[in-house]
């Protein structure tokens, strides 16, 4: 028998853990056109470093001139920049007459989604194997040393506890509050698959003062909201994040939890049944359309859509 109840319970922590950039050590196999219209694989024949962005974001534009320095003319690796969202095939090709790298339009959130991201800019670095050593969220003051240390990591000039020193001793001379409200959203995760609302709640605040719009933190607050059955809350708080940080069918996701509690069924069907196909990750939306036709009594769609969750979460995070 599906237990509904399980599934959302597995359902919501790989996605609390996704957010959190748990994708650290999974296997990626992907082949890819660039905008170019070559074919490549990531990896290739040697490590890779795939830099998600927006050109239009300012913090993008940032992350693309650092990583560029980093690696410079290195034959080591590989390097690759994924242009997401609906305008992506126009500002990829924008951006590869104006750069030297490969670039990949991801229009439907489909690679970026495979690599569990879900903020801009986001950097992914891949051993040869195909292997995630790093995933680095978002962009610090310490984004070249940690960019060269995952680099080194990547391709075996270092080992994985090196690594961590070398990251460790970055993290004492630069500690930006963005470096400190992500320790705080990485513990609100953890004590909120635990159980520990209030906690989670405490280091979610703190760290939302020190960055008011982290879209981690907005998420991780509302999700809180809703767990204590304030569904109007949550909705509000959804509205604080900016716009552009978090892709429109992840909010929609959201959203439709939030109608759902309030019993708006029909509201959030209608908002979450167009996404399924372009989700990345419809684990969590498959689970809510069960609710829904479990609602209107058609109780065999509601077991086909709790399975497809459970099978759809299951599958995108396995490890190898």
Known sequence: MIRPAAILAWVLAMNLIAWAGAQVGEHIDRVVT?????TVKIPSDRPAVVLCVRPEQPQSQSAIHQAMEVIGDS???ARFAVVSGA???KRAKDFAAASRWPVLADADHDLSGALGVHAWPTTIVIDAKGIIVAHLAGLDPAYSSTLAAAIDLAVGKIDRPTYE????QTDEVVDDPHAKA???ATLA???FIEGKTDAAAGQVEMGLKLIPADASLLIARARIELRRGD????????DLIPKGSVPGIVLATLRARALIHQEKWADAKTLIAPTIKLNPDPAEAMYLLGLVAQHEGDMPAAAAWFRKAFESADRLHAMP
Do not use: F, Q, S
């Open 34 to 38: 660039t905008t170019a219209g070559a």
């Open 75 to 77: 034959a080591e690796v």
């Open 87 to 89: 305008d992506a095939d």
């Open 165 to 168: 020193k070398r990251i460790a």
């Open 182 to 184: 992500r320790r705080h």
């Open 189 to 191: 995760t953890t004590l």
């Open 231 to 238: 569904a109007e809350a949550m909705l509000k708080t959804l």
